[in-house]
């Protein structure tokens, strides 16, 4: 029987995580101490006299400012390490530095996991390659593997030099993994068992721990070669005669992962099966690790804020507090390619400026066709890109999918492209314009549908993610397709 030890300091797990009205309470009391210390120090230094080198002044400063870093302190102290990352996250990069030099350095390792990447980066530049080994250090060896991308290479070795021979593996294990792969998501910290002992010497043993290893639903049966035979639940060794054999309640049958599997399947997994914890398994069937529910929550919730971002043609998170020029870098390719587009729109309508001129109506009404086509578009592609990372698209759904999409496009621009030609004819008494509006409100929904779905789908085949630039794409086709359609219909069927 054996266990992973648990290295983090006993005093992290004495604070407990704010509801989110608390953990709003806590920052704005931490900005109101940092804001007041700034007034009292403005006020001391307005009011000292030019020629008072007198040690008064200087005395006035330091109670002043030790009384507020006290008053930090204790308020920090009282955090939990998400809720300090939450507060950092928040601040200005000075207030923020300010606020991480008073955190107690046996945190520091654990708010580091909590924080954006974004805010780590600033965070650890402003640390000292001893501080960020000490730092380090308190972490178990998975949670290291998260931080390894961001520390510099000389602090990397350090910590290799500093972990056992045995966690010095499992660290080169993990990072050896790619992010999206379920060898990046699992830990070490499990509890393994044998199969012929009984379950009293199983509930003894467990009472030599002072805790378990957080989300521990289950034991891991393993062989002396540790090989995975079956999964103890704590609720069968808890109810059952504490004389029956392992191995005669363990379940046999049982999810396991390997570690080289898509972490997106882990947590489709993870959903379907309400799952607490789950084995990971090597190609010979070997225990290697286990990935729990909480890392499957963090892919799941990076993944979606990472989606959110190429939506909006963002390469990266952003700090809110970054410097200029680092979120001009950021923004600036799509914004590129939106002047391209941009451009050719300005073009397409250029190309009908008699019509235009001789129908002012037209320039009324062309901004509809496109908005409305963006829109439908956007609806398009965000459904695509979930059903796809759902994995709920194969090869033979395809065609149906492009077909259902472009049939609602056709029911959705008769209906509301109608009513939109019945409003036309009504505000211009021109039955023609009604017409020519409602064509091209469906003929534009019907362009937006068949982009929509087959942006994301060639992304997918591209080996890219699907949702990178899509509402920027989608908009792109739908505004220079809209203006087309729509100038070109009225040009033939008005002019």
């Given amino acids: 029987m ?20 608390d953990v709003q309470d806590s920052l704005r009391e931490v900005q109101a101490l940092l804001a007041r210390q ?15 080198q007198s040690a008064r002044q200087e005395l006035v400063e330091n109670l002043v ?18 809720d300090i990352a939450y507060v950092l996250e928040a601040l200005p990069l000075e207030d923020r530095l300010q606020v991480w030099d008073l955190v107690k350095a046996e945190r520091d390792g654990d708010i580091l996991l909590e924080v954006s990447d974004a805010v780590r980066e600033t965070l650890i530049e402003s640390m000292a390659p001893s501080e960020l080994l000490a730092a380090v250090e308190t972490l178990d060896t998975d949670e290291v593997a998260d931080l390894a991308g961001d520390l510099p290479d000389n602090v990397l070795a350090d910590v290799f030099r500093s972990l056992p021979a045995e966690e010095r593996e499992e660290l080169r294990a993990a990072m050896s993994y790619d992010e999206d792969a379920v060898g990046a998501l699992m830990d070490f910290d499990m509890m393994t068992i044998r199969s012929d002992i009984t379950l009293e010497v199983v509930l003894r043993y467990l009472r030599h721990f002072d805790e378990l290893p957080d989300h521990t639903d289950q034991l891991f049966v393993v062989s002396r070669e540790d090989e995975l035979q079956g999964v103890l639940p704590l609720n069968l060794l808890l109810l059952r005669d504490p004389e029956t054999l392992v191995a005669d309640v363990m379940l046999k049958e049982t999810l396991t992962l390997e570690a080289a599997d898509k972490a997106e399947d882990a947590a489709q997994a993870f959903e379907r099966y309400d799952l607490v914890s789950a084995a990971v398994v090597d190609a010979e069937g070997h225990l290697v690790g286990r990935v729990t529910v909480n890392a499957v929550l963090d892919y799941i919730r990076d993944n979606a804020e990472a989606d959110q971002l190429a939506q909006a043609g963002l390469a990266e998170e952003e700090d809110i507090f970054a410097p200029v020029m680092d979120s001009v870098k950021n923004r600036w390719s799509w914004l590129a390619l939106n002047l391209i587009t941009a451009f050719i729109a300005s073009r397409v309508i250029g190309a009908f400026e008699g019509s235009i001129e001789k129908l002012v109506a037209l320039a009324a009404l062309m901004p509809i066709v496109a908005g409305i086509g963006g829109n439908s578009g956007n609806q398009t592609i965000t459904m695509i890109v979930r059903a796809i990372a759902l994995g709920q698209i194969g090869e033979e759904s395809k065609r149906r999918l492009f077909r259902k999409e472009l049939k609602v496009a056709v029911i959705n621009g008769l209906v509301w492209g109608g009513l939109l030609g019945l409003v036309t004819w009504w505000l211009y008494h021109d039955w023609k314009l009604g017409l020519v509006m409602t064509s091209a409100m469906t003929l534009n929904l019907l362009l937006a549908a068949a982009v929509g779905v087959a942006i994301p789908m060639a992304m997918q085949r591209l080996g890219r993610d699907p949702a990178i630039g899509g509402s920027v794409m989608i908009t792109a086709v739908t505004d220079s397709g809209g203006f087309f359609i729509f100038l070109g219909l009225a040009t033939v069927f008005l002019l």
């Fill in 65 to 82: 400012h030790k009384q507020h870093l006290n008053s930090l302190h204790h308020a920090l102290d009282a955090m939990h390490p998400a």
């Fill in 38 to 52: 700034k007034r009292v120090e403005n006020l001391v230094h307005r009011q000292a006299h030019p020629d008072d």
């Fill in 2 to 21: 054996t266990a992973t030890p648990d290295r983090t300091p006993p005093t992290e797990r004495d604070n407990t995580p704010a509801h989110q009205d």
